[in-house]
């Protein structure tokens, strides 16, 4: 009893003085910004880091990681003083990255062929691996039970899928398509129900049964904007390069380059919902807070940060950022 | 208004203009300075399909021509319609113009 009780109040004491902040990296420039989710202002900035591509934080926000596609280096960075610890060489040119759910590994996809997930140990700050893939790699994430590691492959137009502890791959999917970003739909239990998948030139994404490990279906994004309105590109062959579910497994959000919004999905019916938010910008990449109440949408030729009230489906705020904002990630510190 | 007022307005006016210009001169000189060549007829006729120059001259000084040749490889097998022959010149071409120095 009186363990529960400190439990509980270690659990408020802990979640009252957490904080959380939205990583925005900047495509074609060498800072990230922090953002404070509570006033939408940007709160920090992340120097020396040219081109980042992917970003990730450790579980307590002590540790962020960004990739630099100029310098081919996995950048460490202190959480508190923003500074630059170490940057990891890398073996070939990096784009996304993801860490396991305990913090002590990073997961960098190499795009240079033949491809590969450079594995990094936060505790030594060293590349200790590296798993061979087929094809390029351009994203990575850690399932939301940190059991697997998927690699997506636009080259390869196939999707990997590792297991966390042995680091070995376990199964693959193709595609038709180079595979793109990827947002996961949980079970009950925590384990993957499903994958919701952007394909290279498909304005819409792939639903994945993992338990099946096969594609079951397709769902395009509409086209419900007049056509002198429609953004003819060039999207580097990906119309559709942002999607995420939200916290709380209510709804699932995808961005549409060529309409500049962001479409609503309920979930598990995968009912389109209605009033599209228009974003003003190509988007690319979103992220929640914690508490599914604000989604975070970069809009990369706007530079900025479009900032969507997740009930009311309405833009709150719009941050400027820096150059050609891509992916976010969101981080909380404890 | 006064007469003042308004040429002090329109003097404010041509400044921003004036600056205003400037910076798109800088933005497409940025985009657009990279010397005639059959590279560069590559670059524009097999690489604008899918993205923007700044894609490529974003990486200018950071690669060395094994670096340059790894991006044109992998933009090949993303579908890039350019032939064996055409990266090397591709290559090359990079190299020379964005390459680290």
């Known amino acids: ?334 | 208004m006064s007469a003042a007022e308004v040429v002090s307005a329109f003097r404010r006016t041509l400044l921003i203009a004036g600056s205003a210009c400037l910076l798109a001169g800088a933005i497409i000189t940025a985009a657009d300075d990279l010397p005639d060549g059959e590279g560069k007829k590559i670059l524009e006729k097999s690489c604008t399909t899918c993205h923007d120059l700044t894609e490529v001259t974003k990486l200018r000084g950071f690669y060395t021509r094994a670096q340059w040749r790894d991006v044109v490889v992998t933009m090949k097998e993303y579908g890039a319609t350019v032939d064996d022959k055409q990266v090397d010149v591709l290559t090359d071409y990079l190299t020379t113009n964005l390459g680290k120095k």
């Open chain 1, 1 to 334: 009893m009186k363990t529960s009780i400190f439990l509980a109040i270690a659990l408020v004491a802990s979640s009252a003085s957490a904080q959380v902040r939205i990583i925005q990296t900047n495509s074609m420039g060498d800072n990230i910004h922090l953002i404070d989710p509570k006033t939408n202002q940007i709160v920090a900035e992340v120097k020396g880091v040219p081109l980042n591509h992917g970003a990730a934080a450790s579980p307590d926000g002590s540790r962020l990681y960004f990739s630099s596609e100029a310098e081919q280096t996995l950048d460490a960075v202190d959480g508190k003083t923003f500074q630059i610890l170490k940057k990891i060489a890398l073996t070939g040119r990096p784009n996304n990255i993801s860490i396991s759910k305990d913090g002590t590994r990073v997961y960098v996809g190499i795009v240079s062929a033949p491809g590969a997930v450079d594995v990094i140990d936060t505790g030594s700050l060293e590349r200790v691996k590296s798993i061979p893939t087929k094809g390029g790699i351009h994203n990575t994430w850690v399932t939301p039970d940190g059991k697997f590691v998927v690699a997506g492959s636009i080259a390869g137009k196939l999707m990997t899928v590792i297991d966390q502890k042995t680091e070995e791959p376990v199964w693959t999917l193709a595609f038709d398509q180079g595979v793109r970003p990827v947002a996961f739909e949980v079970n009950p239990d925590g384990s993957t129900k499903r994958m919701f998948v952007q394909l290279s030139d498909y304005h819409g994404f792939a639903v994945v049964d993992v338990a099946q490990r096969k594609e079951v279906g397709r769902l395009e994004l509409p086209n419900d904007i007049p056509a002198e309105k429609v953004d003819k590109g060039p999207f580097n062959g990906s119309p559709s390069h942002g999607i995420g579910v939200a916290p709380d497994g209510k709804t699932l959000w995808v961005t549409s380059r060529p309409n500049a919004r962001v479409y609503t999905y309920s979930l598990p019916d995968l009912k389109l919902l209605p009033n599209p938010v228009d974003l003003g910008g190509r988007p690319d990449w979103v992220t929640f807070t914690p508490d599914s109440k604000l989604l975070y949408i970069a809009t990369e030729n706007t530079d900025s940060v479009v900032v969507v009230d997740v009930t009311a489906r309405k833009e709150v705020a719009r941050i400027k950022v820096g150059r050609s904002p891509k992916r976010n990630i969101t981080m909380v510190q404890r």
